[in-house]
């Protein structure tokens, strides 16, 4: 099992940036993709941006140019950097972390999400 803890969230104005970071622990040998997640109210969680092994990333497109995904493997942590942030990139963020074997998706696991609001 692998446990995440994210971090990071929080109040910005229109035009701001913010750094999610997400530390992964337990059985991490078993997960080769993390990736970022978000729900604002009312609406269904989607995917914000995916790294996988070998680096190579995928991203919204309302997100893209704007978010950044990396990866520190000495510190089992995924983040994400926000700028430009708009006010309907308010919502939940959850960090997620799976296994990818071909077009599988094993062992997925959550974090508990954290806020992230923009807003003036």
């Known amino acids: 099992q692998v446990q995440l803890v994210e971090s990071g969230g929080g109040l910005v104005q229109p035009g701001g940036s913010l750094r999610l970071s997400c530390v992964a622990s337990?059985?991490?040998?078993?997960?080769?993709?993390m990736g970022w997640y978000r729900q604002a109210p009312g609406k269904q969680r989607e995917l914000v941006a995916v790294i996988a092994s070998g680096d190579s990333t995928n991203y919204a497109d309302s997100v893209k140019g704007r978010f950044t995904i990396s990866r520190d493997n000495a510190k089992n942590t995924v983040y994400l950097q926000m700028n430009s942030l708009k006010p309907e990139d308010t919502a939940v963020y959850y960090c997620n972390a799976y296994r990818a074997v071909g077009n599988l998706r094993m062992g997925d696991c959550w974090g508990q999400g954290t806020q992230v609001t923009v807003s003036s």
């Open positions: 337990g059985s991490i040998f078993s997960i080769n993709t």
